[in-house]
């Protein structure tokens, strides 16, 4: 049989052509002595199709807990004894959390409300805090606020939101272990209209959540279908009073292992570290995963958890000797 | 005075806050030490707020 990782360097990092999923469970359930070099050839492949830029991004909760949603992960469903207490953001620490993203040199801003999805009061606060913050700072500003209609997406494109995140979170045959209030297929749909509407598309999920390791393999298989502009990788940090409160860390080299995967599967994509890194992988695997595919980093904080501090991760992008730079989907 | 655990809400001479200790290295405060109420908490790229309804604000900074 032929090695996988021959296989890869001949068709994603020779033709630019991702992995399958059958392929990517290859990769995933490679013996631990060959994650070395699962995540060698996952960096040549980000190298020779992202360049060694990084994007650096801050994100920020504008609306926080209460979400009538059962996300079996997520701390704000109102659903759970969850100790998240409902709380909105004012317009000016909006602006301030973008000023002080920004002199990180993050080009790249996120605002993000825990909700199925945008009523008019929280559209017209989305409209006056990227118009207070585009006059006070520059940055590309990036929504994410549930699901959409085709008129909200078309509203938010005109008011210059240049990316939107909505995550699938995992493997279609897996979500209904994750979430029951909707399904996996009306995420599909809100992201295809974001695709349509010219918006770029951020989309990826949580590793952790139960799922098996042909799961994972099955999801990168449906994230590179829908060819998002970036995938944020996100390892379950099991929050008090979830559902999933109870639930193991992935292990470090596991969670490499997604990381090397993930890539040889959407290699032109922007694949970014999110939340649960610091608890999964610590400093030294943080440091592996932007030497096996990772292109693009949040700093800072989380919407309720804390991340590390930014100036660490600023330290390593400038001992690696990755700049920071806005990608798109130019890439 | 009985304080609490900023983490869990349960009284600290309980004992058994040590992974409440770790897990708060990347966690805002959710209680209040003084009454364990939930506190209303916001979180920002660089620092969090934390508001206690009796007995007032804590910030990271």
Same mark, same amino acid.
Request: hydrophobic share 40%; net charge negative; glycine share 10%.
């Given at each position: 049989?032929?090695?996988?990782?021959?296989?890869?360097?001949?068709?994603?990092?020779?033709?630019?052509?991702?992995? /399958?999923?059958?392929?990517?469970?290859?990769?995933?359930?490679?013996?631990?002595?060959?994650?070395?070099?699962?995540?060698?050839?996952?960096?040549?492949?980000?190298?020779?199709?992202?360049?060694?830029?990084?994007?650096?991004?801050?994100?920020?909760? =504008?609306?926080?807990?209460?979400?009538?949603?059962?996300?079996?992960?997520?701390?704000?469903?109102?659903?759970?004894?969850?100790?998240?207490?409902?709380?909105?953001?004012? $317009?000016?620490?909006?602006?301030?959390?973008?000023?002080?993203?920004?002199? /990180?040199?993050?080009?790249?801003?996120?605002?993000?409300?825990?909700?199925?999805?945008?009523?008019?009061?929280?559209?017209?606060?989305?409209?006056?805090?990227?118009?207070?913050?585009?006059?006070?700072?520059?940055?590309?500003?990036?929504?994410?606020?549930?699901?959409?209609?085709?008129?909200?997406?078309?509203? =938010?494109?005109?008011?210059?939101?240049?990316?939107?995140?909505?995550?699938?979170?995992?493997?279609?045959?897996?979500?209904?272990?994750?979430?029951?209030?909707?399904?996996?297929?009306?995420?599909?749909?809100?992201?295809?209209?974001?695709?349509?509407?010219?918006?770029?598309?951020?989309?990826?999920?949580?590793?952790?959540?139960?799922?098996?390791?042909?799961?994972?393999?099955?999801?990168?298989?449906?994230?590179?279908? =829908?060819?998002?502009?970036?995938?944020?990788?996100?390892?379950?940090?099991?929050?008090?009073?979830?559902?999933?409160?109870?639930?193991?860390?992935?292990?470090?080299?596991?969670?490499?292992?997604? $990381?090397?995967?993930?890539?040889?599967?959407?290699?032109?994509? $922007?694949?970014?570290?999110?939340?649960?890194?610091?608890?999964?992988?610590?400093?030294?695997?943080?440091?592996?995963?932007?030497?096996?595919?990772?292109?693009? $980093?949040?700093?800072?904080?989380?919407?309720? /958890?804390?991340?590390?501090?930014?100036?660490?991760?600023?330290?390593?992008?400038?001992?690696?000797?990755?700049?920071?730079?806005?990608?798109?989907?130019?890439? | 005075?009985? /304080?609490?655990?900023?983490?869990?809400?349960?009284?600290?001479?309980?004992?058994?806050?040590?992974?409440?200790?770790?897990?708060?290295?990347?966690?805002?405060?959710?209680?209040?030490?003084?009454?364990?109420?939930?506190?209303?908490?916001?979180?920002?790229?660089?620092?969090?707020?934390?508001?206690?309804?009796?007995?007032?604000?804590?910030?990271?900074?």
């Amino acid at each position: 049989m032929t090695d996988i990782l021959e296989v890869a360097r001949r068709q994603v990092l020779e033709e630019g052509k991702g992995l /399958t999923a059958e392929q990517a469970y290859e990769c995933l359930t490679l013996p631990d002595e060959r994650l070395e070099d699962l995540l060698a050839l996952a960096h040549e492949v980000r190298m020779r199709w992202c360049g060694p830029e990084v994007e650096v991004e801050g994100i920020v909760s =504008l609306k926080t807990g209460g979400c009538p949603e059962d996300c079996h992960f997520c701390s704000q469903s109102g659903r759970f004894e969850s100790p998240v207490r409902s709380v909105w953001l004012n $317009i000016p620490e909006l602006v301030e959390a973008a000023k002080e993203t920004a002199k /990180t040199g993050a080009t790249e801003f996120c605002i993000v409300a825990a909700v199925r999805g945008p009523d008019r009061r929280l559209m017209d606060q989305v409209r006056e805090g990227i118009k207070a913050i585009n006059e006070a700072v520059e940055i590309n500003i990036a929504c994410s606020l549930g699901m959409l209609t085709r008129e909200q997406v078309d509203e =938010l494109v005109a008011m210059g939101v240049h990316r939107y995140n909505h995550n699938l979170e995992t493997a279609r045959s897996h979500f209904p272990n994750v979430v029951t209030t909707h399904t996996w297929e009306e995420r599909w749909e809100t992201c295809l209209m974001v695709k349509e509407a010219g918006m770029e598309l951020c989309c990826g999920g949580i590793i952790g959540m139960g799922e098996t390791v042909e799961q994972r393999a099955e999801f990168a298989g449906q994230l590179a279908e =829908l060819e998002p502009d970036e995938v944020p990788l996100n390892f379950l940090a099991p929050r008090p009073g979830t559902p999933f409160e109870h639930y193991g860390l992935v292990e470090g080299g596991e969670a490499l292992k997604t $990381i090397g995967a993930f890539r040889l599967a959407l290699p032109r994509t $922007i694949l970014r570290y999110a939340g649960g890194r610091e608890l999964t992988l610590g400093d030294l695997g943080t440091r592996s995963g932007m030497l096996g595919g990772i292109n693009a $980093i949040i700093v800072g904080n989380y919407l309720t /958890t804390l991340g590390r501090p930014a100036e660490q991760d600023l330290q390593l992008l400038s001992e690696l000797r990755m700049p920071i730079k806005a990608l798109s989907k130019t890439l | 005075m009985e /304080t609490y655990c900023d983490r869990c809400g349960k009284p600290s001479a309980d004992g058994g806050h040590e992974a409440c200790r770790r897990a708060r290295a990347l966690e805002p405060p959710r209680y209040c030490v003084r009454c364990a109420r939930r506190m209303v908490v916001q979180v920002t790229p660089m620092g969090w707020t934390a508001r206690c309804v009796e007995h007032g604000a804590l910030t990271s900074a």
